[in-house]
Structures are given as C-alpha cells and as structure tokens.
C-alpha cells in the first residue's frame, strides 16, 4: 500500500485566493483526519469523517474552511478565501476505525499564504 | 480546558541511555493513550498504543507506561542511538471516539 497521499506538498498562493488540499487515504481505512500543525499550536483537529460522513468538525476555525468526503478513497480541504494565518502544515491521516490502530499520516501539505 | 503537555525544551542523552519522556494531562479522561514518533518536514509515524487499564506496553526497545491516577504517561526508548532523534508525539483519546487530541511534542538528540 502507498499509504496515505496528500497533494500536493506545497502551496503558496496569495491572501484572498481559493485553496484545495487533497487526500487519498489508506485503501480499507473508514476513518479519515484533518489535522493542521503550527509551531505555536501543534497538531490540532480540523475535521473527522467516518465512513465517509463528517462526524466532528468543531475543530474547523471558520466558515472559509469546508471538507468533503465524496467516496471512501478522497477527502478534499478547502479553504476560500486563504489569510496569511492559514499557513501551516496540513496533515491528512486515516485509520480503521479501531480503538487498537494507530493513525497512518500523509506526509502532509505546507501551505504558504502571503 | 482539556491539556496536554510534554516537555517543550529538547532532551539530549548519549548514546546507549535510556531516554524517558513525559506526557502529562488534565481536564481529560483518556481510555487510549498513543505514542508517535515525527522527523522533520514528515507526517508523525504511530508507535505504541496502550489502553487505560494497562499500565505498561513493551515493543521492542520501547516501553511506556499509564499512570491514570497521576494523569500521565511515560515513553521509554532504551539503549538509544542517534537514529533515535526526532519528536515524539503523545496523543489522548475518549471510548466510542476515533478522535485524539495531541500534545506539542518534545524533541530528542541522541549523541553519538
């Protein structure tokens, strides 16, 4: 398996401009996470899907943030308009849905917003 | 608020040593526990998990432990070698949730 696959690895895109960030989680996995990491705040929540539909997304810091899950093989991230505070790491992860398994992460998109 | 916290300053031990570090919380009763190991400009990789009625998990050269009473948790990594350095991440989850919650993590040197 490739594991999870985020695109792409890098965005920079001006204030104001729309953003799509991509995942393809781990064929099998009905749990999927976006997770977003700043120096200051490390690894917080965003949003979780199971099963394809949006469980917790009180993590989403604004209306400017959505996420779909339109089938069990991709999961999209957006966020329209992008501020200057958006830039940090976004993590994808996904996993069984079982209490005993760990996440498996994508390698993650460094978003750069000026 | 629910919080978690790990030694924010890094930890530099040498070679062959046992590494120990610390993941305490508050405000929070975790049935899960996990641990996750992250090199720089990559996603955190999964390491342990343990549950909140076990109070050790061995794997390897790894080991940690879970003190609910003390509301923390320890991470092991005995004879050390510098392929160990890296963050280490803990992170806390509820029963009937495949939500977790993560702390900040604390970096580890290991020298040669």
């Known amino acids: 398996d490739a594991g999870v696959i985020q695109s792409p690895r890098h965005e920079v895109t001006e204030m104001g401009q729309e953003v799509t960030l991509r995942c393809k989680p781990i064929s099998g996995h009905n749990s999927l996470f976006w997770y977003r990491q700043t120096m200051m705040r490390g690894l917080e929540l965003l949003i979780y899907?199971?099963?394809?539909?949006?469980?917790?997304d009180s993590g989403m810091p604004e209306d400017r943030f959505s996420a779909k899950m339109p089938n069990a093989s991709f999961s999209t991230l957006k966020i329209q308009p992008s501020e200057p505070r958006d830039s940090a790491v976004y993590f994808c992860?996904?996993?069984?849905?079982?209490?005993?398994?760990?996440?498996?992460f994508g390698s993650g998109t460094r978003l750069t917003v000026v | 608020s629910q919080k978690i916290e790990q030694n924010s300053e890094a930890l530099n031990i040498q070679e062959g040593k046992t590494a120990t570090l610390t993941c305490n919380y508050t405000?929070?009763?975790?049935?899960?526990l996990q641990w996750y190991r992250q090199d720089p400009g990559r996603g955190p990789v999964f390491l342990l998990l343990?549950?909140?009625?076990?109070k050790e998990k061995r794997k390897e050269r790894l080991k940690v432990t879970f003190d609910t009473t003390l509301k923390q948790s320890l991470f092991h990594i005995t004879a050390s070698q510098p392929a160990d350095s890296a963050t280490y991440l803990c992170a806390l989850g509820r029963s009937g949730t495949y939500k977790y919650i993560f702390g900040t993590g604390t970096r580890l040197k290991v020298l040669a």
């Open positions: 343990i549950r909140e009625n076990e």
């Open positions: 405000n929070y009763s975790p049935a899960y």
């Open positions: 899907f199971n099963n394809n539909v949006p469980i917790d």
């Open positions: 992860a996904s996993s069984p849905g079982r209490d005993n398994y760990g996440y498996t």
